[in-house]
């Protein structure tokens, strides 16, 4: 059973201020993801800081080539549950996970799992930028070589182009392939991220607040990449803005101390949540 806790107190705000972020990328209904068509299945995950439980309980599943977004207050364990799908958690000393996460229908923490292979397929984005202290060029070509994933000069500047393509940002750098990562400005180095994850062809992108930290123009163009990039890799964002769940997502997962307490459409969430709890924070009541 999940661990029941009170909602967290908060005066509530009067009806009349409350905002229901617009959703506006998509026409018409999704259907909920079957089993068969679930990229990603988590089936009674819990999580562990050492004597510390910070996830409960939480059944998810997560279509493919669609975009998924966590939402939920400080602490309530959406990026926890983030790095548990390709396992960025087992760096942490003293964490252990109950439960499945299946990925293609494959446990990723059976004992045979080949963590190098699973974090090639499912690629992740932080929060903060990260390049490399190399060249914009050398950024991208870096797991490419390292995976020998290219025959040659000719075919790694080839999938260089195409990830810095596919991250659109080609075109503004196209000239200075030589120049430092750490020269561009602080969107162009994180969508130069965005292309160094792409590069190695992962089939799942998890992004865990990628633009928190950006200017308004450059976290429009995150979204509108987020937004194209679903046409070919199954996205996962964490977010504390709810507008931009609304705007890039297809589904949304809200969380609350450490449980999943509703999962749907998006449209669904933010404009007819099955629970009082997303209710009140998709309004503003606390949060």
Excluded at 3 to 15: D, F, H, I, V, Y
Excluded at 94 to 118: C, F, K, M, Q, S
Excluded at 210 to 230: F, H, N, V, W
Excluded at 255 to 274: S, V
């Amino acid at each position: 059973m999940a661990r029941q806790e009170p909602l967290p107190t908060q005066a509530a705000q009067p009806a009349t201020n409350e905002r229901r972020p617009q959703v506006t990328h998509r026409q018409g209904q999704l259907a909920a993801p079957s089993a068969s068509e679930a990229k990603i299945q988590v089936s009674g995950l819990n999580f562990f800081y050492g004597a510390a439980q910070a996830l409960y309980e939480i059944n998810l599943r997560i279509p493919a080539q669609r975009v998924t977004a966590f939402i939920g207050p400080s602490g309530c364990g959406k990026s926890t549950f983030l790095r548990t799908l390709n396992r960025m958690n087992d760096i942490i000393v003293g964490t252990r996970v109950e439960g499945r996460v299946e990925i293609d229908h494959e446990n990723i923490y059976a004992p045979a799992t080949d963590v190098v292979a699973l974090r090639r397929k499912v690629g992740m984005v932080f929060q903060k930028s990260n390049p490399f202290p190399k060249s914009i060029y050398e950024n991208v070509a870096y797991g490419l070589r390292i995976n020998r994933m290219a025959r040659g000069k000719s075919e790694l500047e080839a999938r260089v182009e195409a990830a810095l393509k596919d991250a659109a940002i080609w075109e503004e750098v196209k000239d200075r392939l030589q120049a430092s990562a750490l020269s561009l400005s602080g969107g162009q180095q994180q969508r130069l991220c965005i292309a160094r994850a792409l590069a190695i062809n992962p089939e799942v992108v998890l992004m865990d607040e990628p633009a928190s930290a950006l200017d308004p123009l450059a976290t429009q163009k995150i979204e509108e990449l987020i937004i194209k990039l679903r046409e070919h890799y199954t996205i996962v964002i964490v977010t504390h803005n709810m507008q931009q769940a609304a705007r890039v997502s297809d589904y949304t997962a809200f969380f609350l101390l450490g449980q999943l307490i509703e999962f749907n459409e998006t449209g669904k969430i933010f404009t007819a949540p099955d629970d009082e709890r997303t209710e009140d924070y998709i309004t503003g009541r606390f949060g």
